[in-house]
């Protein structure tokens, strides 16, 4: 079945530690995004990536780093400078950016504590 | 910039009963609108979308909303409820043309159906 897989589904984390979260799609969408989900405040959009090789900051990238190498892939690492990690996080695509109106379809999302 | 606003965080509602969740937004162009329904620990999934054209939309699950551009607003009515329907829903907005990554989220509603 065409989707989008994040993996882990639960992680935790220590002080001090970098992780990585998995998202793959094969639903051949060139655009890919990393969502934080906290209760009580929406959706915040982290990094999203257009194409391969390229990728630009959302409205809360401090602390986050992305990289597409690859059109199915699109990994965040959540770094030690992110003071507040533990969050609910979501990977997501659509075949273009948003700007065109086009739909974005979510992954299940995977959920990061700070033990 | 653009904005959405949630009007209601919490709605309870009996089955069988109508509901509206209320969305206004904020934009001083063009817009495209969506909702979303999430279901606990679970990703996003459209339930609809205004593109253009007609200001009713229907959606998946017996959804409907209303585009009214005079009041800035994009309300989801469902005649009928049903438990199922418990989920938290997310208005969103993206701006016509705008950058690609530029869709915002509202806060969301949780909907409560009880019996």
């Known amino acids: 079945d065409g989707g989008i897989t994040q993996s882990p589904k639960y992680l935790f984390r220590k002080e001090g530690q970098n992780v990585t979260l998995s998202c793959e799609q094969n639903?051949?969408?060139?655009?890919m995004y990393w969502y934080r989900q906290d209760p009580g405040q929406g959706l915040r959009l982290i990094y999203y990536?257009?194409?391969?090789?390229?990728?630009q900051k959302g409205d809360i990238a401090e602390g986050y780093s992305v990289s597409r190498e690859k059109k199915e892939s699109f990994p965040l690492t959540v770094t030690s400078a992110q003071k507040n990690p533990t969050a609910f996080y979501l990977c997501a695509s659509s075949t273009r950016g948003t700007g065109t109106g086009n739909t974005i379809y979510f992954g299940e999302g995977s959920w990061l504590t700070v033990v | 910039a653009q904005s959405v606003t949630q009007l209601d965080s919490q709605v309870p509602v009996f089955e069988e009963a109508p509901v509206e969740l209320r969305c206004n937004y904020s934009s001083s162009v063009s817009v495209y609108l969506f909702w979303y329904v999430q279901y606990p620990n679970q990703g996003l999934q459209l339930l609809l979308k205004?593109?253009?054209?007609?200001?009713l939309v229907k959606g998946i699950n017996g959804f409907e909303a209303e585009f009214n551009k005079s009041q800035t607003s994009f309300h989801l009515r469902k005649p009928s409820v049903h438990i199922s329907d418990t989920a938290e829903y997310f208005c969103a907005v993206s701006n016509y043309g705008g950058s690609q990554g530029n869709l915002i989220f509202g806060k969301g509603t949780k909907l409560s159906v009880k019996p």
């Open positions: 990536s257009q194409i391969v090789n390229d990728f």
């Open positions: 639903l051949n969408h060139d655009a």
């Open positions: 205004y593109l253009s054209g007609s200001t």
